[in-house]
């Protein structure tokens, strides 16, 4: 019997865009199961120093109502590894536009230690949730 895979990807999916949709879509291609971890208002307030403009359970709730995610938790920080230790995913999935970052090398060697593989995805060119932002003050 084939062993299912567990996919992991992370955001903050603030003003869901197509961009988020198409993320979503491309990683439950690459696996059986999808965990998405939406990241809580205090961790976007730790790591990008700003409050989203929509709440984290709104986030969470519209992230849970997409047909690929099955199942929705709390990124309460930025560690992989330590979401590994809960969620035991085989393949972590993330936008290219951070390949061969410090940060996501670094996630890479820790993944790789425990088995799992890390998957960049296509970023959808011209779309995020900053240029939103922008085109809403302006």
Not at 42 to 59: A, D, G, M, S
Not at 113 to 136: Q, R
Request: glycine residues 4%; hydrophobic residues 40%.
């Amino acid at each position: 019997m084939k062993k299912k895979i567990i996919g992991y990807t992370t955001g903050v999916f603030d003003l869901f865009h197509i961009g988020h949709l198409n993320i979503l879509k491309q990683a439950k291609e690459h696996c059986d199961y999808l965990i998405v971890g939406v990241s809580t208002d205090e961790n976007v307030q730790n790591y990008k120093h700003k409050t989203p403009v929509i709440p984290y359970e709104q986030r969470a709730a519209i992230v849970a109502a997409i047909k690929y995610v099955d199942e929705v938790v709390p990124q309460k920080n930025m560690n992989k590894l330590e979401a590994w230790n809960e969620l035991h995913y085989d393949v972590l999935f993330h936008g290219d536009d951070w390949k061969n970052s410090e940060m996501y090398n670094q996630v890479i060697n820790d993944l790789l230690e425990v088995g799992v593989k890390v998957v960049f995805l296509k970023h959808t060119p011209n779309i995020s949730t900053t240029d939103l932002e922008n085109k809403i003050r302006n």
